[in-house]
């Protein structure tokens, strides 16, 4: 339970910062800063609690966002969805390559649902889709270097926070 809270805690961190600091900093575009951290709770946390990141991210950013209320929350679950099936399935040598192979196909899923969303519920006409592509590219560029900026900063020091954001098996000697 306690690692529930401080998940959601987490993520609701991250999605503050993402709606006050990188306005700021003109990288808004491009950076989804609760993205990457989803893609690897799902690679390294239990189902309920990446459930309840996905929610919990979902409906903080969609606060503030100018896509329909339910569009981030759509993405975000089906995202979760599809990336635990192709990480279950696909990729199954859980290496590094294939980590950020399941962050563009993930980046994909969510962009493709999250427009499809906006182009569903509101006027179709207004959608510029080459200013859509340059996001979608954008957001794969900024996701991947956000993962990997998250891969070496939280495995490198697996060690010292291995009780609070790893489920670890037990050792069998």
Not at 159 to 166: C, G, L, M, T
């Amino acid at each position: 339970m306690i690692r529930v809270a401080l998940t959601i805690l987490l993520f609701l961190l991250l999605t503050v910062f993402q709606i006050t600091v990188l306005p700021q900093l003109n990288i808004v575009d491009f950076l989804l800063l609760p993205f990457p951290m989803l893609l690897f709770s799902v690679e390294f946390w239990p189902k309920p609690v990446t459930y309840a990141s996905a929610i919990t991210a979902a409906f903080s950013l969609s606060l503030f966002a100018t896509a329909p209320l339910s569009a981030y929350l759509f993405a975000f679950v089906l995202t979760v969805v599809v990336a635990e099936v192709l990480y279950e399935h696909f990729f199954t040598n859980r290496s590094f390559y294939g980590t950020l192979v399941l962050t563009i196909l993930a980046t994909l899923v969510f962009e493709t649902v999250l427009l499809l969303v906006v182009i569903f519920t509101s006027d179709a006409e207004s959608i510029s889709l080459s200013r859509s592509f340059t996001h979608v590219w954008r957001r794969i560029v900024g996701n991947t270097a956000a993962m990997i900026v998250l891969m070496y900063l939280l495995l490198g020091i697996e060690r010292i926070f291995r009780s609070w954001f790893f489920i670890r098996e037990p050792r069998r000697y």
